[in-house]
């Protein structure tokens, strides 16, 4: 929530729940669950890469 009124703090808070998206959908996968279960948990795993790709004010730098 505080990503709403910081704008800054958006790629973090995205950064550190990308984890536990992964981690639910990993999860679902285990469980043998059928698609209609997982389907929100893997729409969250695909969410941040797109949060990130659109966000103006973020960029991977590759330092060598």
Do not use: Q
């Not at 659109?54 to 330092?63: A, L, N, P, Y």
């Amino acid at each position: 929530l505080l990503s709403i009124f910081i704008p800054a703090v958006r790629p973090v808070a995205v950064l550190w729940l990308w984890p536990f998206a992964i981690g639910a959908l990993t999860a679902h996968f285990s469980y043998h669950h059928a698609f209609s279960d997982y389907r929100n948990a893997l729409l969250v795993c695909i969410m941040p890469a797109v949060l990130l790709a659109t966000d103006k004010h973020f960029e991977v730098r590759i330092i060598v």
